[in-house]
């Protein structure tokens, strides 16, 4: 069994003998169009990690479905010539399809002998060595100056050579999921470069020279080990994505701000306690600082009038710049999980703001200013010490609404004119009546209501007009009775109607078609009604009940039993009818 790394020296050396390619033309059959695209798999008997890349990443890195499960050692290599497909035999035609040969059978040498004019090194432009298991990249690397993709995804590697820095045509390089601690700064001098993928490997530094990359335009260093970054960063004018979560920055050199074609500005789990000026980004559209722990957000920022995403999630941010009202562009606020127990009027300019999450604050009043949000459809605001959310009623164009764990007591009347909601989450109140909602038919749209944890004693037998519910949670409540109205919510999938005080159940149950699942653990049923076995449910909850009327045998045999013995008894009252 022979190293991979040995391998693929073996498979440079070989090509770089290989006579040089004479371009004809398009039109001959046996002509080798300046393209050539090389795959190398190295099968192994190793475990192999199925990881997918992160979303929002370089593409170029090949999937799970990729790897080779052959227990032998060998080499697969496809040349492509030209742009066609490969043929379904594996062998190729001249007409561009890829001829492929499996080492197990043939060697290199003669592949190369039968192969009329050869590969040139100059020729091979894309190099896929991904998920290979190799721990480090010979210096022959370096001989493949025609390279403009190289791809090492998802290896051991500890070593890059510096002899990469020969590759000047490479414009894509992808070394992310590897062992690698250092870079060598040699990749400075990968003039072409636009895109560099390191995320997922154990980098504490990389080189000042990654400065002279200045036609780089992406740039991850996600997942390392990154304390600071270098102030020559500030040279890259022409970077749009700069992804540095997950490290441990404290700091960001000012330099950052010099970055004016920057759109994406990825910057959470670290341990940043403030921000740079950002007032020069004017392209910016999204700025991720979640995860930190920053108490105030920088001056500037009603200069990025692009930004459409902001995104702060727990940090320790006490109060807001009045200019953040003058992100015109803002879709998307995310500020749960801080110490915000107000937010400034001015935030009722963002007319297009359609998500706000301000969820585990210490908000003891609604801010005035959501409200005005006239185009907000997914508003966050639970877990903070609201009583009173009357403000909710102007936001017509909600599609989701979570005010759970909060201090409510009163519904306002007008909420049941939110004809769009589709989630409404109410629970873990001290809510006691749902009155102001009747009669529920403006809730046209409402597919997830979510109740639970309140102090209702009993739920209106309007609730019956839901048509477009799917999911209805009435868990620890106070309840003794279902109106038997509830078997007109014929679309409802997930009932749950645990620790309530429960002592009958309605025959309507029945009628629900859609039920898959139904809890009503821990309350005071003595008795079933028949008819649930008519339903087609994949979960039936019903521990913690007395269940006096049904013999005990079948109780004892869990709810399998149970089901059972509600068809035998209801055949039996269909033939008793009869």
């Known amino acids: 069994t022979h190293h991979p790394s040995l391998l693929l020296l073996l498979l440079l050396l070989l090509l770089s003998s290989a006579p040089s390619t004479t371009t004809t033309s398009p039109s001959s059959s046996s002509s080798l169009l300046p393209f050539v695209s090389?795959?190398?798999?190295?099968?192994?008997?190793l475990p192999r990690r199925s990881r997918q890349p992160s979303s929002g990443l370089p593409s170029f890195a090949p999937s799970p479905s990729s790897t080779t499960t052959s227990t032998t050692s060998s080499l697969r290599c496809c040349v492509r010539h030209?742009?066609?497909?490969?043929?379904?035999?594996?062998?190729?035609?001249?007409?561009?399809?890829?001829p492929v040969v499996d080492l197990n059978h043939?060697?290199?040498e003669k592949f190369i002998q039968e192969t009329k004019k050869g590969v040139g090194l100059k020729h091979i432009e894309r190099l896929d060595l991904s998920r290979q298991e190799l721990a480090e990249l010979p210096p022959e690397i370096g001989k493949l100056l025609g390279l403009k993709v190289?791809?090492?995804?998802?290896?051991?590697?500890?070593?890059?050579?510096?002899?990469?820095?020969?590759?000047?045509?490479?414009?894509?390089?992808?070394?992310?999921?590897n062992a690698l601690a250092t870079v060598p700064k040699e990749l400075g001098?990968?003039?072409n470069l636009t895109m560099l993928d390191l995320r997922y490997n154990r980098l504490t530094t990389v080189p000042d020279d990654l400065g002279n990359l200045v036609k780089l335009k992406q740039l991850y260093l996600r997942f390392n080990r990154l304390e600071d970054i270098p102030t020559t960063l500030g040279n890259l004018l022409e970077l749009e994505t700069l992804s540095l979560r997950n490290n441990r920055l404290v700091a960001l050199p000012s330099e950052i701000s010099k970055l004016t074609s920057l759109t994406n500005l990825?910057?959470?789990?670290?341990?940043?306690?403030?921000?740079?000026d950002l007032g020069s980004l004017a392209n910016l559209k999204s700025l991720d600082a979640q995860y930190n722990s920053l108490t105030l957000l920088p001056s500037g920022l009603d200069s990025l009038s692009k930004l459409a995403e902001l995104h702060l999630k727990y940090n320790q941010v006490k109060s807001l710049p009045d200019e953040l009202g003058d992100l015109s562009a803002l879709v998307e606020l995310d500020l749960e999980g801080n110490r915000l127990s107000t937010l400034p009027d001015s935030l009722s300019k963002l007319v297009n703001l359609q998500k706000l999450y301000a969820n585990r604050n210490h908000f003891d009043d609604l801010p005035e200013c959501i409200s005005k949000l006239s185009n907000l459809e997914v508003l966050m605001l639970d877990r903070n010490h609201l009583i009173n959310i009357d403000g909710l009623a102007a936001l017509t164009t909600l599609r989701m609404l979570n005010v759970s764990t909060n201090e409510i007591v009163d519904l306002p009347s007008a909420l049941k004119s939110l004809s769009l909601l589709r989630d409404l989450d109410l629970s873990s109140n001290n809510i006691t009546s749902l009155e102001p909602l009747v009669p529920f038919t403006e809730l046209k749209a409402l597919q997830v209501f979510n109740l639970s944890g309140n102090e209702l004693p009993s739920i209106p037998s309007e609730l019956g007009n839901i048509q477009s519910l799917t999911k209805l949670f009435l868990h620890e409540n106070h309840l003794t009775q279902i109106p038997p109205e509830i078997g007109n919510l014929a679309n409802v999938v997930d009932l749950n109607l645990d620790e309530n005080k429960l002592r009958t159940l309605p025959a309507d149950l029945g009628r629900m078609k859609s039920l898959e699942i139904l809890n009503f653990n821990q309350n005071n049923l003595e008795d079933l009604p028949s008819e649930i076995y008519l339903l087609p449910l994949k979960m039936f909850g019903i521990d913690d009940n007395p269940l006096e009327k049904i013999p005990i045998n079948i109780t004892e045999g869990g709810s399998q039993e149970v089901f059972d013995y509600l068809g035998r008894r209801l055949r039996e009252m269909q033939e008793t009818s009869d």
């Open 150 to 177: 190289l791809t090492c995804y998802d290896n051991g590697l500890k070593l890059i050579p510096s002899e990469i820095g020969k590759l000047e045509n490479l414009t894509a390089l992808g070394l992310n999921e």
């Open 106 to 108: 043939k060697s290199l």
């Open 82 to 98: 030209g742009m066609g497909q490969p043929s379904s035999k594996g062998k190729g035609d001249g007409k561009g399809e890829s």
């Open 266 to 276: 990825d910057l959470q789990h670290n341990h940043l306690s403030a921000l740079i």
């Open 38 to 45: 090389l795959s190398l798999s190295f099968a192994s008997p």
């Open 189 to 191: 001098q990968l003039k």
